[in-house]
């Protein structure tokens, strides 16, 4: 039986950015003002926003994914012909979409790959370019987030702060410890100038000995240069204002065309003013998070479902690996 919710709730007109979760023909929609979209028990119960299905969605990032990464970072896929970016890894993810509701597309895309999906898989997607060996023997929960692109019409806008604020929100609620992947960086005209880019990393950003990580493949001395012609990219410095640091050398992505920085971000850590600006309406009550009384949107637990508080703004419904992801406005990177 679907759980369907309070018809007395009302709620406000969507946002114009909203975020959802993807995985396995099952979304997690936020409420638009409308019937609400409930994942649950592997059911999809479809919303009356527009937005469309999961197999859909999936599908519009992984076209955007091929726009940013094959026809402008100028990687070399296998499934060019398709005009699509996708692998095996996709199967065993959730897919963390940026909606635009008045253009009706997607805008920003992570995907994001937790432990036990790993376990799944039989990796990290991450293990294919790096020996974390070092790493995967810390204690806690383990979150990859991978192939983070947004649209080039919305680069400086909310779309990259509006991702970020539905994956701290995830990666909180699920309970994790780090957030690992890894950060791109095309090279210039003249190569890759890996020690002009990490002359510019700032030390408290460069791991300890004791969690530094090995390419697979480093960056060949012929592809290197010394000047910087490429600059740090707004995702890295992203991840550098959290307080993610930058473990060892980088790994030669000869298909991406870039050269990848494994990047380890352990969340107790998170710089106090970035937790309190991403979650600033939630509070841990029981292990789980969930909305103070701000007067701003919020979700509640219950059942092992999350059901739209009346707080007087869009929530979402989710169970299990489909979590809501309420977007909020601010200053992009």
């Not at 791109?184 to 990580?213: E, H, M, W």
């Not at 009346?310 to 169970?319: E, F, L, V």
Request: hydrophobic share 35%; net charge neutral.
């Amino acid at each position: 039986m679907m759980k369907k919710i309070d018809s007395a709730i009302r709620f406000k007109p969507a946002k114009r950015l909203e975020c959802f979760i993807a995985r396995d023909g099952v979304y997690a929609a936020s409420q638009s003002g409308t019937d609400a979209a409930i994942a649950r028990d592997g059911v999809y119960a479809a919303s009356q926003s527009g937005v469309p299905n999961s197999d859909a969605l999936i599908k519009e990032a992984q076209e955007l994914r091929f726009r940013v990464f094959a026809k402008e970072m100028g990687a070399k896929l296998k499934t060019e012909s398709e005009g699509l970016d996708y692998d095996e890894v996709d199967s065993y993810c959730d897919h963390l979409i940026v909606y635009d509701n008045v253009n009706k597309k997607i805008v920003g895309y992570t995907r994001l790959l937790n432990q036990d999906q790993a376990e799944l898989l039989g990796r990290f997607y991450s293990q294919s370019e790096f020996d974390l060996g070092r790493i995967l023997t810390l204690p806690g929960r383990f979150l990859e987030i991978g192939r983070t692109c947004v649209d080039p019409d919305y680069r400086g806008s909310a779309v990259l702060t509006t991702l970020w604020s539905a994956l701290v929100q995830y990666a909180l609620e699920g309970q994790f410890n780090y957030l690992l992947g890894c950060a791109s960086i095309t090279p210039g005209p003249s190569g890759f100038a890996i020690d002009a880019v990490y002359r510019n990393i700032d030390a408290k950003n460069i791991a300890p000995s004791s969690l530094q990580v090995k390419p697979n493949i480093p960056i060949p001395h012929k592809l290197r240069c010394n000047r910087d012609e490429s600059g740090i990219p707004p995702l890295l410095k992203a991840y550098f204002r959290f307080g993610a640091m930058v473990c060892g050398e980088p790994y030669w992505d000869e298909d991406f065309n870039c050269m990848d920085l494994f990047m380890l971000l352990p969340l107790d850590q998170l710089q106090e003013r970035y937790s309190k600006h991403y979650m600033r309406n939630y509070i841990s009550k029981d292990g789980v998070y969930v909305a103070s009384q701000s007067g701003t949107g919020a979700t509640i637990s219950k059942d092992g479902v999350y059901v739209a508080s009346q707080s007087g703004t869009g929530a979402a419904i989710a169970r299990d690996a489909k979590i809501k992801a309420e977007t909020k406005h601010g200053n992009d990177y």
